[in-house]
């Protein structure tokens, strides 16, 4: 089922939006002009824009759900008008997005186009300013968010103040539903449970790899500012996308794929070991044991697989790192693989989200199998955990990462009393690949290394 809500648009109706592209003389502090209680985000490094305002909502649910976001969005960018002398990848008309994991998922998979895009791209800035052309009443809307700017100038933005911010004490989320402590040993003894039950039926030959996931939660306080978290995610985690798309918050290392001007590119991850930073000579040990392990590269393989399985059709000239290489992020080391190929027939990014998820990094190996047992072992819904999340532009080309090391808020009209005071639940989710060989004890400590991330951002 697909559900669609544009906002002030009739029912059936392409939304024509107006999307007009300038340049900036200066770079701007992204983060000063989001929303503290809903932020829109994208950011690595000297790359990155924040969304303000939302001129249109598209939201849909089902197994289609990235094939009918690509043909709703591929009508309203042809209805568009975009004046675009930018020319850069994020220019001109962009929507971003966040998608659930399973098919059977009652979390949104949304697409939102902001009423401004405030960008920059290394030493090149600029601000996009976005309208719908026609209200219902076939009336002219007015001017969008920030409209009658001079050239080369932006709104007053406020500055990010970490000093400010109370901090979230995370806990195992069946805990903190019930307000019951023994409930902590129960969780982890569940995912303990799980593994164990995986592997066996691993051993047994019923599939080669399911990934397992647990989850934390706590509770944000009311009218904190979200872009302190995000602002500690991006100055910490370099090499990863940090995010905010409907109240989905995070820092991904995994490139699910990247399309601009018929060049596609993708990472995979797969195989991990926590970090030592304290103690330079256990942290090589640790990254040097990974690169070693059989059972790592086993379950890298099968991740690299699937990714090249499923880009296979749509594009040529595929070709990939000789070996994996141990990527050093500040909470973990992964085996990676970076993937590069030109787009050999036209298809937009969110189509090949479509043919790469769920890859063998987040679900498992047969895929059918391993996502039909993580639904008969993880005894929650994922949500947006492991999906999709990041943008697409007017032509198609976008970057997505696996929704991965995040959480997700409840929104800001959600805040209520849920046992830890009054505010926004907060719920992290992190997992690991199980194969033959596995262990839960070590399973379990994966998790808290990938919480790290979260746990960490939203720390006092």
């Known amino acids: 089922m697909v559900m669609t809500e544009v906002t002030g648009s009739p029912a059936g109706e392409v939304p024509r939006l107006s999307a007009v592209t300038r340049g900036l003389s200066e770079m701007p502090d992204l983060l000063a002009f989001a929303d503290p209680d809903s932020p829109l985000y994208w950011n690595r490094g000297d790359r990155g824009c924040v969304g303000v305002g939302e001129v249109l909502r598209l939201s849909f649910t089902g197994a289609d759900r990235f094939v009918a976001a690509s043909r709703a969005w591929r009508e309203i960018a042809a209805a568009a008008t975009v004046h675009d002398p930018v020319g850069m990848p994020g220019s001109g008309l962009v929507a971003f997005g966040a998608f659930a994991f399973a098919d ?30 026609r209200a219902p009443s076939g009336e002219a ?71 397992l996931s647990r989850q934390v939660a706590g509770e944000v306080r009311a009218g904190q500012d979200l872009r302190v978290p995000l602002l500690r995610l991006s100055e910490r985690y370099l090499d990863c996308w940090t995010f905010a798309v409907d109240n989905l918050i995070g820092a991904s290392p995994e490139t699910l794929v990247r399309s601009t001007n018929g060049a596609v590119s993708a990472r995979v991850l797969a195989g991990t070991r926590g970090r030592h930073p304290e103690d330079p000579a256990r942290d090589r040990a640790a990254r040097d044991e990974l690169l070693r392990s059989a059972k790592e590269q086993h379950e890298h393989d099968f991740a690299v697989q699937s990714v090249v399985s499923a880009l296979s059709p749509h594009v040529s000239e595929l070709r990939t790192s000789d070996a994996p290489f141990a990527l050093q992020l500040p909470n973990v080391w992964h085996l990676a693989t970076d993937l590069g190929a030109a787009l050999g027939a036209e298809a937009t990014a969110l189509e090949l989200v479509d043919a790469l998820h769920p890859t063998a990094a987040v679900a498992g190996t047969p895929t059918a199998d391993a996502v039909a047992m993580i639904a008969e072992l993880e005894p929650f819904d994922r949500g947006r955990y492991s999906g999709a999340v990041g943008w697409i532009d007017a032509d198609g080309d976008g970057e997505w990462v696996i929704a991965l090391r995040c959480a997700q808020l409840a929104p800001p009209s959600e805040a209520s009393d849920g046992g830890l005071g009054p505010g926004r639940v907060i719920v992290a989710t992190a997992g690991g690949g199980i194969v033959e060989g596995s262990d839960p004890q070590h399973e379990l400590g ?15």
């Open 141 to 211: 809307l007015g001017e969008g968010v920030g409209s009658g700017l001079g050239e080369g100038s932006l709104p007053v933005g406020r500055p990010v103040d970490p000093a400010a911010w109370n901090g979230v004490e995370f806990f195992p989320a069946p805990e903190r539903e019930n307000g019951e402590g023994s409930l902590a040993g129960s969780e982890i003894g569940a995912y303990l449970d799980g593994v164990s039950e995986a592997t066996a039926r691993v051993v047994a030959g019923e599939l080669e790899k399911v990934v």
């Open 446 to 460: 994966e998790t808290v290394s990938k919480f790290r991330p979260i746990t960490e951002a939203f720390a006092k």
């Open 104 to 133: 059977e998922s009652p979390a949104e998979s949304v697409l939102i186009v902001p009423r401004m895009l405030i960008h920059r791209h290394r030493g090149t800035a600029w601000v996009t300013e976005v309208t719908l052309a």
